[in-house]
Every structure is written in structure tokens, then in C-alpha cells.
């Protein structure tokens, strides 16, 4: 059977990223795992990502198909 890793670059999404988590949540099947790369934020993108329990990957901000890159590269699903 497959597995589905979600990656979401983010670079100071405080105001977005809960509804998107909301939105996220509410997948079926969910999903096998959820990766944020986060792109330098000066902001609360990381805290709210951690609250919620996702694996968060702290980095520069290169670009968002690079931070796709790094985040495909951690995942663990197919």
C-alpha cells in the first residue's frame, strides 16, 4: 500500500497555516505524514506547526521548489 507525505513550504504563514491545518485534518484518508519547510519566518509559522504536531524542517529561504526538495528528501513516505 502507498503512503502520502504532505509538504507545505511556508515563509511567514501564521495567518494561514491554521486553516490549512483545519483543512488538512479533515483529508480522508489522512494523510501519513505532514512536513512544513519552513523558509526563515519571523513570524509564528513554526510554533503553530509544532503545536499541531507537525514535523517541522527550519531552513533559508531558497525558493519554494527547493524547500518541496528538502521536504521530499526528509519524507519517509512513498
Known amino acids: 500500500m ?3 507525505s504532505i509538504i507545505i513550504p511556508a515563509l511567514n504563514e501564521e495567518r494561514a497555516l491554521p486553516e490549512t491545518l483545519k483543512r ?4 480522508s484518508p489522512e494523510p ?6 519552513d523558509g526563515a519566518s519571523a513570524d509564528r509559522t513554526i510554533e503553530i506547526a509544532e503545536a499541531a504536531g507537525i514535523h ?6 531558497t525558493g519554494r521548489a ?3 526538495n528538502t521536504g521530499a528528501a526528509a519524507s519517509s513516505c512513498d
Open 2 to 4: 502507498e503512503t502520502v
Open 56 to 61: 517541522v524542517i527550519s531552513g533559508q529561504p
Open 24 to 27: 488538512l485534518a479533515e483529508l
Open 32 to 37: 501519513d505524514e505532514i512536513i512544513l519547510v
Open 66 to 68: 527547493s524547500q518541496m
